[in-house]
């Protein structure tokens, strides 16, 4: 049966900060230019480790917003200071409960929490201004948002680990089509904490020199920290649009991919069909591509299945590290660069590429017209999702 | 618009043996673990406490409703999380250079119990997790809403949290608590109610006994209880007010 194409969203404001720069225009600057913004870091002082760390203190939020103080809050809030103009015009436009707000992060303000733990541990009590509600829970990000925005209609937290600001972005296409909503606020933030740090560690995942995605000499994942946001519309216009989202469980294992990458699969061949786009008319590939060497692998047999083997693809954490629940939504906004500008980013640290890789890895800059992006981000719980974003509608 | 109508119920607490205890406020004799018969043994073993309560409430609401969980998304709302896996993190953390078991780590995703259930039962449809503080029930019914809306058949809603462990929560300030409800989209067998989307309004609040009106989740109980009564009209997702959120809960056909 002929599926109908759902509506093209428009996305009206975007942003994004991360170890590449604290505004949008520093941090694509960096991207077309083939800046990493990973360093060596003694952020988790007992193992030194390659991470991407948000590249200036971030400043505590407004007086009005200190009770919800974290560094997830700190940074979401500098990130999104750009695009706040937009989002008060949407809100005076359409009515503060027509506006609603989506975000994902997967560690919310754990690292107050370990912080706090560390000094219960020590003195037998909490800091103060430590709150379980406000700055733990990630009620703490959504009051913060809420405050510094004035949007009043509906609003959550998607937290489904890597995929989580991916699956904001897709949660807010669902409350416009469902008219729930008349634009949404979604993007997502994380940051470094032990918990990540350790936990990857654990995994033997991290990469002891960074990351390099679909290299034949990669060796783990980097991990990052940053924020990214963008303003979704039911009517308007903007440098790209969300054509489609797909979505998919691997059903398989807590934190391997299916061996046949068939939940990612599901998730591509769902944000295409949405969007009654043929895989042809894919441009360019933006992978999840954490640079350990089973997702890599799988991730690449899957977009060769479903788009080809000649589609330039490349993965931006060589850039930014893995920013975990920020990650969809930064490769998000990497993706309306590419579509705005008209590059692919080169997949850095993916020389020499791995000859079991078949597909086209961009292994330097290209300059091309770029009308449709699929970007992929996929996590732990097999929860999948696929963003397709076009120049138009 | 689709008519959503209720279609099963599922609830675990360790002290209330069913629906029938919670409304009349029977508690029966502590029960030490949900038996979770939905994830294999391997699958559970390695799960946590969250994780089979959800598992527990899933299955009966899917048993009620005669739901084929392989083809059911589940929308899982917890305002913390399965919070005993970070807190023991942090414990080894509190020791030097102590790295976490790998299973610890991935139980502490705020998608585990979405991840596990995934696993047992073979669903492929995302399943997504959700928090929204005092307003995650309402927000995931909500979500559930938009799911059906777009994809029609059934979902499945699951509210649960457990008590967040020392030094960061309160001793006793709540009981682990899960609850389900099978949504359907469309006609089908009889079903307890429909169910509108959640939106913003007064409504009633139904009592349900004090240990759960403190759990953080305690709207999710009042709307099973409200369920299992019969009850009918504006059903309050808080605390009852104009700015909180409700559903209307209508007979069913």
């Known amino acids: ?393 | 618009m689709r008519s959503i109508h209720v279609a099963g119920i599922g609830l675990w607490t360790p002290r209330y043996p069913g629906l029938a205890a919670l409304v009349d406020d029977t508690p029966g004799p502590a029960a030490a673990s949900p038996p979770a018969a939905l994830l294999p043994p391997a699958v559970r073993r390695r799960s946590g406490p969250l994780c089979r309560a959800v598992a527990e409430v899933v299955g009966q609401a899917a048993a009620e409703g005669g739901a084929d969980l392989s083809r059911t998304p589940m929308v899982y709302g917890s305002v913390y999380g399965e919070t005993s896996a970070a807190v023991e993190m942090m414990g080894a953390f509190a020791q030097g250079e102590g790295l976490p078991s790998p299973t610890t780590f991935h139980n502490s995703v705020h998608n585990a119990p979405a991840g596990y259930l995934s696993i047992a039962t073979g669903c492929r449809i995302f399943s997504p997790s959700i928090a929204a503080g005092p307003e995650t029930p309402a927000m995931a019914l909500l979500d559930a809403w938009m799911l059906l809306l777009q994809r029609g058949g059934e979902a499945v809603v699951a509210l649960a949290d457990e008590p967040v462990p020392v030094p960061l929560g309160v001793p006793g300030a709540f009981l682990i608590a899960a609850v389900a409800f099978l949504l359907r989209a469309g006609p089908g067998r009889p079903a307890r109610a429909r169910i509108g989307a959640p939106r913003r309004g007064a409504g009633a609040v139904p009592p349900i006994p004090a240990e759960l009106a403190l759990h953080p989740c305690a709207p999710a109980f009042r709307l099973a209880a409200a369920l299992a009564r019969g009850q009918r009209g504006a059903v309050s997702l808080g605390d009852g007010g104009p700015d909180g959120w409700m559903v209307e809960l209508a007979e069913d056909g």
């Not at chain 1, 990857?200 to 920290?225: H, Q, T, V, Y």
Request: one cysteine or more; proline letters at 7%.
């Open chain 1, 1 to 393: 049966m002929a599926v109908s194409p759902s509506p093209a969203l428009p996305v009206t404001a975007h942003c994004a900060g991360n170890a590449l720069g604290v505004t949008t225009l520093s941090v694509i600057g960096a991207l077309e230019a083939g800046r990493t913004g990973l360093r060596r870091s003694l952020a988790d002082p007992a193992h030194e480790m390659v991470l991407g760390e948000f590249p200036c203190p971030p400043e505590p939020p407004p007086a009005a917003l200190r009770a919800f103080d974290t560094r997830l809050v700190r940074i979401s809030l500098m990130v999104l200071e750009e695009i706040v103009p937009a989002i008060e015009r949407a809100v005076a436009r359409l009515g503060a409960d027509r506006v609603a707000l989506v975000l994902g992060t997967s560690t919310g303000g754990i690292r107050e929490s370990e912080e706090a733990f560390a000094a219960w541990s020590a003195q037998g009590s909490l800091p103060a201004g430590f709150s379980l509600v406000n700055r733990h829970s990630f009620n703490g990000l959504l009051g913060a948002v809420r405050g510094r925005t004035g949007i009043r209609g509906p609003g959550y937290v998607v937290a489904t680990a890597c995929s989580s600001s991916a699956e904001a972005i897709a949660t807010a296409r669902r409350l416009l089509l469902s008219g729930t909503a008349d634009a949404v606020l979604c993007g997502g933030a994380d940051t470094l904490c032990t918990t990540t740090l350790r936990g990857f560690r654990s995994l033997e995942a991290i990469s002891p020199g960074g990351c390099r995605p679909f290299s034949a000499g990669r060796d783990g994942l980097s991990l990052g920290e940053g924020a990214a946001f963008l303003l979704l519309e039911r009517e308007g216009n903007g440098p790209a649009w969300l054509l489609g989202a797909g979505e998919s469980s691997d059903a398989y294992h807590m934190s391997h991919p299916h061996p046949e990458g068939l939940g990612a699969r599901l998730a591509m061949r769902d944000a295409l069909s949405q969007a009654g786009l043929d895989p042809s008319g894919v441009d360019h590939v933006n992978a999840h591509g954490t640079g350990t060497p089973a997702n890599d692998g799988v991730e690449a047999a899957a977009i060769g299945e479903v788009v080809g083997n000649r589609v330039p693809v490349a993965s931006t954490k060589g850039y930014t590290g893995h920013l975990l629940g920020a990650a969809g939504a930064t490769e998000a906004v990497f993706a309306i660069a590419s579509i705005a500008r008209g590059f692919v980013p080169a997949s850095l640290g993916a020389t020499p590429v791995d000859p079991a890789i078949a597909i086209a890895i961009a292994t330097g800059p290209l300059r091309q017209r770029v009308r449709t992006v699929l970007s992929n981000s996929f996590a732990f719980g097999g929860a999948n999702v696929s963003l397709l974003l076009g120049a138009g509608p």
